[in-house]
């Protein structure tokens, strides 16, 4: 079982940054493709961004060219860089580890973007 712990979540009013932290127990961690999702109120949980164990970085369009997702192996922890918020990115974001059929998620940690 891999356990996943999101930190860095919070208020922030438009046009801010906020950093997301997600610390991992997973033994292998280098194997398993990370990813940050979000979920807003009544809305599915959708992808944020993804970084493979190669390093291959994906992005939702609605988040391309201002977050930035990152990984350190040796830390076994991802990051997620956000900045120029927007309303719209008002959302609890959830941690994901990902290796062939397993799948593990976060508690989840709720981000607002407001004024």
């Known amino acids: 079982q891999v356990q996943l712990v999101e930190s860095g979540g919070g208020l922030v009013q438009p046009g801010g940054s906020l950093r997301l932290s997600c610390a991992t127990s997973?033994?292998?961690?280098?194997?398993?493709?990370m990813g940050w999702y979000r979920q807003a109120p009544g809305k599915q949980r959708e992808l944020v961004a993804t970084?493979?164990?190669?390093?291959?970085?994906n992005y939702a369009d609605s988040v391309k060219g201002r977050f930035t997702i990152s990984r350190d192996n040796a830390k076994k922890t991802v990051l997620l860089q956000m900045n120029s918020l927007k309303p719209e990115d008002t959302a609890v974001y959830y941690c994901?580890?990902?290796?062939?059929?397993?799948?593990?998620w976060g508690q989840g940690t709720q981000v607002t973007v407001s004024s």
């Open positions: 994901n580890a990902a290796y062939f059929s397993s799948s593990y």
């Open positions: 997973a033994s292998l961690f280098s194997i398993y493709t």
């Open positions: 970084v493979t164990s190669a390093g291959m970085s």
